[in-house]
């Protein structure tokens, strides 16, 4: 589990993080899901480290996150659970 520390990063599209991040947090009210990164390359420039990188951050680890808030959320019927997105998704 999390433990308190200076350092509470965590690889959030690693199956089973999510759970751990809400346990550590406690009770939900609300979750805003506003990450995104972006490494720009030339086509032929990019790499598969940084491609899966850029799922990873902006895809997997926002659905556990959605997935696990939701868990809890809706048993109780209450909370609020925001997403954003960036205007470079067009």
């Known amino acids: 589990g999390l433990e308190a520390s200076s350092d509470l990063s965590i690889d959030l599209s690693a199956p089973g993080s999510a759970k751990q991040v809400f346990d550590f947090a406690g009770p939900l009210e609300a979750v805003v899901l506003n990450a995104g990164v ?53």
């Open 38 to 90: 972006c490494r720009p390359a030339n086509l032929l420039d990019a790499n598969d480290v940084d491609w899966h990188w850029t799922l990873d951050v902006n895809l997997t680890a926002t659905f556990h996150l959605l997935q696990e808030a939701a868990r809890r959320m809706v048993p109780r019927r209450q909370g609020a659970i925001v997403l954003t997105a960036s205007t470079n998704s067009y």
